[in-house]
């Protein structure tokens, strides 16, 4: 049960983003008062201009603190203790931070959070199932290769629908305070296994392919992406994809007492949307 007061909003960070939308979700479900934390927002927040901070958190008692463009990018831990301080001073009681299983800029993040002051709750995750459907990798599986720089090590893939019910649980739930919830999902995968279960599903033959972290970096950088997340992301993916992820976490079942998605319910579900249809 909640005991914190009722009128007071929630404010969650990359709120349209794959988990915040989410998170977003839960509490409106719950007709709990809640503020999306994005560019584009009421009013707007932006991780790069601290001036945004503090309207944002105004009338606001609790955050889904989600660092963009992720909690273990250089820069997220002096970014994320600076926000935690001026939510702190701000009023809020209660911080719920989503950090990155395995990267060391993440503990940064997750020692500034609990030095706050605040309540807080720790959720760490590993690779986002829906980064197959919601984010670059989509072009790559409807054209029928993933490449990425996770060599052959095992990943237990976690449900994005699994880190939303556990943040918006410990947002709203006293008994998670000071907790930290190792969220994954129920089996250890590696990137071939996961998408070879994808290509099954859409009944066409998709391929992993290990790659450098350096192509890996030049190929996000040939479709769009700036150097400044493409480079970073690369050198994340070789740090924590030398088997130092390679284990189960009983977030889910401590935090919302049910076992996690399995990565095949999330595939079958998507496959059904048609995202994964090749272009014409």
């Known amino acids: 049960m909640r005991t914190t007061n009722s009128s007071k909003k929630t404010l969650v960070?990359?709120?349209?983003?794959?988990?915040?939308?989410?998170?977003?979700?839960?509490?409106?479900?719950?007709?709990?008062?809640?503020?999306?934390?994005?560019?584009?927002?009421?009013?707007p927040f932006d991780w790069q201009e601290t001036a945004t901070w503090v309207p944002a958190l105004r009338g606001v008692e609790a955050v889904y603190v989600a660092y963009h463009p992720d909690a273990a990018f250089p820069g997220a831990a002096e970014a994320v203790g600076s926000f935690a301080d001026q939510a702190v001073r701000c009023g809020v009681k209660r911080l719920v931070l989503l950090a990155d299983r395995g990267a060391?800029?993440?503990?940064?993040?997750?020692?500034?959070?609990?030095?706050?002051?605040?309540?807080?709750?720790?959720?760490?995750?590993?690779?986002?199932?829906q980064n197959f459907s919601e984010d670059v990798l989509t072009g790559a599986v409807r054209a029928g290769v993933v490449?990425?720089?996770?060599?052959?090590?095992?990943?237990?893939?976690?449900?994005?629908e699994d880190?939303?019910?556990?943040a918006a649980a410990a947002l709203t739930e006293d008994r998670?305070?000071?907790?930290?919830y190792d969220v994954t999902g129920p089996r250890l995968m590696t990137f071939a296994e996961a998408?070879?279960?994808?290509?099954?599903?859409?009944?066409?033959?998709?391929?992993?392919?290990?790659?450098?972290?350096?192509?890996?970096?030049a190929a996000l950088q040939?479709?769009?992406?700036?150097?400044?997340?493409?480079?970073?992301?690369?050198?994340?993916m070789g740090e924590v994809f030398d088997g130092r992820r390679a284990r189960l976490g009983d977030g889910v079942q401590r935090a919302v007492g049910r076992p996690p998605r399995d990565f095949a319910d999330y595939v079958r579900g998507t496959?059904?949307?048609g995202i994964w249809a090749p272009a014409r």
């Open 104 to 129: 060391s800029e993440a503990e940064r993040c997750e020692r500034a959070v609990r030095a706050s002051g605040a309540e807080w709750t720790v959720v760490r995750t590993g690779f986002i199932s």
């Open 163 to 166: 880190i939303a019910d556990v």
């Open 195 to 217: 998408v070879a279960e994808i290509g099954e599903a859409i009944g066409r033959t998709v391929r992993y392919q290990a790659v450098s972290g350096e192509r890996f970096s």
């Open 13 to 43: 960070l990359a709120g349209t983003g794959k988990t915040g939308r989410r998170v977003v979700e839960r509490l409106a479900a719950r007709e709990l008062p809640v503020r999306v934390g994005s560019r584009k927002g009421s009013p």
């Open 147 to 160: 490449a990425l720089p996770a060599g052959e090590v095992a990943e237990p893939f976690t449900d994005a």
């Open 176 to 180: 998670h305070v000071r907790e930290t």
């Open 222 to 236: 040939e479709k769009g992406t700036p150097v400044r997340l493409a480079e970073p992301l690369a050198d994340l």
């Open 271 to 273: 496959a059904a949307t």
